[in-house]
């Protein structure tokens, strides 16, 4: 019978039906018997049924060679057993179960040998050996064969050899190659056996045999480091189940007489003689004199008279080694120590083979006893686990059933369905799942780009033919919107040195007033990007702005730098440098002033009134004209504290530490770029203040805007200024983006989602490029006179009306039909990644016991699994068809009815909008003006699209000009109304359509309430087509093509494999409880220690 592998305890998961035979035989032997020894091998046994031999304690021999290793192998082995000739060369672990001859013929019968009962009394050692019974000259021959052919090599697999030894005892032993030094190869492999069998049975007690007169300080390195230091690179030996055996005591106490004459200088000699493990504690340390037989008593075979051979030179070297000590070596001190002992007695025990066998026999007893304890709890704790694994096994099996597979189909589906519409409403809690959530969303989701790419490539499967989708349409969008993004990065260059900035401090809510200035870049860093970004002035989009701040103080000026945020800052245009359209009332700016300690800040303000003059100055001069025009203004923030103010800003601008302050050279106030509007504002004198008439009480001034209705009290007053005083936010100033989608869905459109956010994404990607789309079809000015339609009865007129529909209709199957099936079957591609997502959060519950068990066999099926999987992929397909159809016909529909006012109502719409939300009454209405003008606006374009403009030299514009600029009208006017609802189709097919149920209506009571998806997966799976009729497929019918019975089977066998570990780990337990209740455990070694004192 083969043995399993060695495995951990908590790792065991299945046991042969004949190992748990084997074993419940052996423990049935157990329970026959009181003999400890006997009960410890059979615990051996039963654990090597399960490969857990590691886990029973054994005595293990190692040490390099020519120390003397087989001597005190054969010494606590009883006997020269002898199971091994000198020229065998040990390459491999050994194990030897040592067992008493009387046992060997019981042995026989189960081999169906047959022994000569004559045999066994001539004191011949009988061996058990590959599975065949030969006598010990018999199995030297073969492990002599056996090394042979191995070779050069050393083996890490044990080799197992059965000694019956007359009149022996119970126990096992294992003997190691020994380390050689002979070569480095020979030394790296003779290594790695013994540090690999030491790393795997930490449980055994391991007797490291040297020389006594060796001295480890003297090892070579590499073979100290193996011995003393911890694991990996050495053996990681310790004090509790480590014996250090020195040979030739006798040979290292004659030596030592003539150097020293103390029994106090040969305790150093020893000692240096000592081993320490990795931690610096010394190993129990026991010099030895032996026994060493002759060849002819080697080769006699008798084994009785070589034991006493063996018993006589142990007594007598034991009797001279002894005497050495106690004669040879004088006493200085005879103190004791703190066992009470003398130097001598200490040095006697330390030689003294009964000392040796003491402590060996007291550490392995300790050493089983701590063992077995800890394996008994472990054991206990591996059956409550199997019994309640086969508990929950057995509810399975009673529950499995392939006659409910419709309904177990039917609930996966509901299960399913369930954790897709949670995943996509973001109500699925991925934070508790096994693994990280970041890690989850990394797998399983998509950003808008993964989404946009697999849908370019579904869009290219669905639709190859070209005028239905182009092959590049992708590439050519994605470089329209880099384009875009380029350009967005490009008017990011208005921060650039010599721009006036705001700059707010929250913490006492100041607005500093400074200036741009070039950046200042470390040469030496290997980031500015080389000698160019050293020298440029230009600001990188992720770069610090470095900011000037002002203060005048006694007419000396100061500036202070700082390295700013650019999110912190406001860009700040001077009043005269903005155009007049810019100008609307209320006009709410900034006033640059001074505080008391001199710094230059900026108050808020609004502007009612503006002189005629700067409304009208329309001259190349405009802003030099009118930069000292006086202005009418009032400010918006508390003006009753302005010496707090002050105070507050001067402590803010102590606290940007981070800056540097210097005093400003006339010459280098002059290289700062600013403008005369500064240079005059810096001169001008504060302004004069009036005082308005206030109304009577409980009115409210009519100057005070609805924007400073709260702080009537603080700006009732109005001021004058200059124009160069006053500075408006700068509209151009556009957020900083990362990357073009960025731009096009904000900061989550490089975030991988599962939820409706990636539809969303997808959405806003549409109406971005919806937003920016132009016609892009032109054709000939044939083509167009062609196209005019002539007016019945009439010689010198058309009609220009269809022509427009025409090109209308001819540019959106082009573009704008692309985006919208592309923008579907990104939205496929997303909903995909959920429903795999969704599948493999399903099947993970199932197999973690988290959903219905009934289910199990489901997810055990490969054909299920690769079924639903390709539903799945088709269902995401049928709705980017299903989106992609319903998107066009929207299309179609709105360009088959196209309105030439609908941009005239559009604008008026917006009109409306403003009128009773924005709240800008008292004020002239900006989207009033801009419909009169498209009214007035339209009205003369239709007049001009007359067919006898044609002949009309004059006009600056040709009619085809017009023509095409009334198709931009009207191409706009389109995409304004379809970029909502192409999104809404996006949102109804992906989103609504699945998490929503289906309602039936009350005149069709059969139509179900599930929903879509749910409907889709149930009519496929649990019914199929036969000849145009949708028929309902039987369990037994599934349970085959889904190979259900199989994996029934396969359920039962892992049930049957842990029922048998179950019974297995049982009778390993019962096996243990019984050797921790036998009279003083294993005794083999106490046997040996009376065998060899009764000599």
Known sequence: ??????????????????????????????????????????????????????????????????????????????????????????????????????????????????????????????????????DIRSVQDAMRAHMQGIGDRILAEELEVEVFVPSGVNAIFVDLPGIKDDSKSGA???????????????NDLYILVKKSSDDPANWPWSLKEFITTAPPTGLGLSPHQTVVVGTRAREFLLNEKTDIRTAEKLMERVLKRSITDSKGTMLPLHLLELFSLSIQAKESGDFLANKAEMKRQIAAGQQDVEEIIRSSFEVTNGSVNRDGMTVVERLVQMFSIHGFLTTLDAKYQSLVATTFRNLERRLVRKKMELERNLQTLEQRMNRLSPQTLRESVSFFIRQFVEVVQKMITGNYTIMKLPVAPEEFLRYYGGSLRDNLEDGNELALNLFPQGELYEPDFYDKISKRTESLFNKKLTMMDSVKPGRYVRYFTSKINAHMFGLIEPPRRNKANPNDGGIENYISNDYQPDELINVEFIQINHGQENSLHKNIDRGRISLLTPLPSVSADQMQVPLYAWHKTQSSTGWILVRPIVIDRLPPEIIVQKSNYREIEIANKQIAFRYLDVADTATAYDAEVDAAADRLGAASVRVSTPKEADKGVKSEGDKSSRDSEKAGRSSDKLPKDGERAPSVSSAGDNDVKNNRYVYFTTCSEIFLEDPKVVPYYNSALEMVSGEHAEAHLLNQLAITNICHWLKFQIKHMEPDRHFTSEVIYQMLRSVHHVVDRADWEPLIADLVQSNVRGALLHAARLSACAAAAALRRVLKASFAEVFRCIQQSECDQTLYCLSESLHFQEQIDQLAEEYCRQKATECAGAMMNLILEQTYSIQFDVAVDIFDYCYQFEKYFVGRAGHRSLMGEALYKVRENFAMRKRRLAMTDIFEKSDAKTSLELIYEEVKVQFWATKMLLASPLAT?????????????????????????????????????????????????????????????????????????????????????EAISRMKRAEGGPEFVANLDKDVLGA
């Open 1 to 134: 019978m083969a043995l399993p592998k060695r495995v951990a305890l908590e790792d065991m998961t299945s046991i042969p039906a004949e190992s748990v035979l084997r074993a419940q035989e052996y423990l049935k032997l157990i329970q026959a018997t009181d003999d400890p020894n006997l009960i410890f091998l059979h615990c051996y046994h039963i654990m090597k049924l399960g490969g857990l031999d590691a886990e029973v304690p054994r005595l293990v021999v190692f040490g390099q060679q020519s120390m003397g290793k087989t001597t005190v192998l054969d010494f606590i082995m009883g006997g020269p057993i002898g199971y091994s000739s000198t020229d065998t060369g040990t390459k491999q672990p050994v194990v030897i179960i040592m067992r008493p001859l009387e046992v060997i013929l019981e042995v026989a019968d189960a081999l169906k040998v047959q022994i000569d009962p004559t045999n066994l009394k001539n004191g011949t050692i009988w061996c058990l050996f590959n599975g065949q019974l030969m």
């Open 188 to 202: 790296e492999f003779t290594r790695n056996v013994v540090r690999n069998y030491v790393q795997n049975n930490p």
């Open 985 to 1069: 189709k996006i949102y109804t097919h992906f989103i609504k359509d699945v998490v929503d149920r289906m309602g039936g209506e009350a005149q069709d009571p059969t139509v179900g309430n599930d929903a879509e998806l749910e409907a889709f997966l149930q009519k496929n799976i649990l019914y199929e087509c036969i000849d145009g009729t949708w028929v309902a497929r039987s369990s037994n019918r599934m349970a085959q093509d889904y190979d259900v019975n199989s994996k029934y089977d396969r359920f039962a066998q892992h049930f049957k494999e842990t029922k048998n570990s179950l019974e297995y780990v049982s009778v390993a337990l």
